[in-house]
């Protein structure tokens, strides 16, 4: 049985593992993603190159897909993702080529190889109409629109993260103001929270959840002010798309009711079109691992999810 090499390159962590025809992973290689300030881009590099290696040999593998976070140039794979400081426009489609010569190397977002994941193998499973949200220290998506991936001009279709739901709020990191991402990514939620009064000092947004969860009123306020963004969000995307269902995975997502229940509220307020009421709002299916197959249905299933030449 051919298999593929999923890669999933992230600021955190490095991780690579086989996956077959029907979406199981073999075991996952692992690597912490250096984050000394003196790290340079080909040290990074040597830390997946590591992971990398022992695969090239397989007589089995029939491709290479990535998961990269963004910016990146598509589909050259020319990468400078905000979470990987080293990197500023780095080749590594090219790199990875270099170890991996006779297999074919295909490369998207890591959060459109998310939405694919959960589309092929996961949440959204037997659906044409998906959206696949990740919210997390940034807040991605991918679009699957009549049962293909949605590129768009510059393979960046699906951005959920920056669909504008309060017209007068927050400052972005992409410059504009009142997106999503502005509202609900992690460290978005730790500092409004702390403006509320709850003590954000070196915590994070795992420990709002867990308040959240306690009672804390300002970290319950902030989920239900994040779940109501989403849930505007959602609106939009699925007036605009048709959408069947929505697959919310990422670490805030794991907020559970806190979240998904403000948010259900704010949709049925805004999804007001008949159409739109039917749309399937669920958490993410595939957990930590949907990248990495949505990595490899790039290969495994390129006639739904690979439009690049």
Known sequence: MTVVLAVDA?????????????????????SSTPQDEAADAEAVWRSLAVLLEPYAERPDLAGVGIG????????????????????????LLDRVRQIFPDVPVRIHNDAICVAVGEHWRGAGRGAD????????TGVGGGLILGGRLVDGASG???????????????????????????????????????????????????DLVSDAGRGHPAAR???????????????????????????IGGGVSQAGPLLFEPMAVALRRHARMEFARDVRVVPAALGQEAGLVGAAALV??????WSAS
């Not at 490095?14 to 996952?28: I, K, Q, S």
């Not at 910016?71 to 780095?90: D, E, H, K, Q, Y």
């Not at 109409?129 to 997390?136: F, H, I, K």
């Not at 495994?300 to 999810?305: E, K, N, Q, V």
Request: proline share 7%; with cysteine.
């Open 156 to 206: 960046n279709a699906g951005h959920v993260g920056h669909v504008i739901v309060e017209p007068d709020g927050p400052a972005c990191t992409c410059g504009g103001y009142g997106c999503l991402e502005a509202v609900a990514r992690g460290p978005a939620l730790v500092a409004w929270a702390g403006e509320q009064g709850w003590p954000s000092a070196g915590r994070d947004a795992r």
């Open 129 to 136: 109409n998906v959206l696949g949200m990740v919210l997390s």
């Open 68 to 91: 990269c976070g963004g910016p990146m140039i598509w589909p050259a794979g020319v990468v400078s993702p905000l979470n990987i400081r080293a990197w500023r426009g780095f080749p």
């Open 300 to 305: 495994l299933a390129g006639d739904r999810y």
């Open 10 to 30: 992230g600021g955190t962590k490095m991780a690579a593992c086989v996956v077959d025809a029907e979406g199981r992973l073999g075991p996952v290689a692992r």
């Open 221 to 247: 306020a902030t989920l239900e002010r994040a779940g109501w963004a989403i849930g505007i969000a959602v609106a939009s995307a699925t007036h605009l798309c048709d959408l069947e269902v929505v697959a």
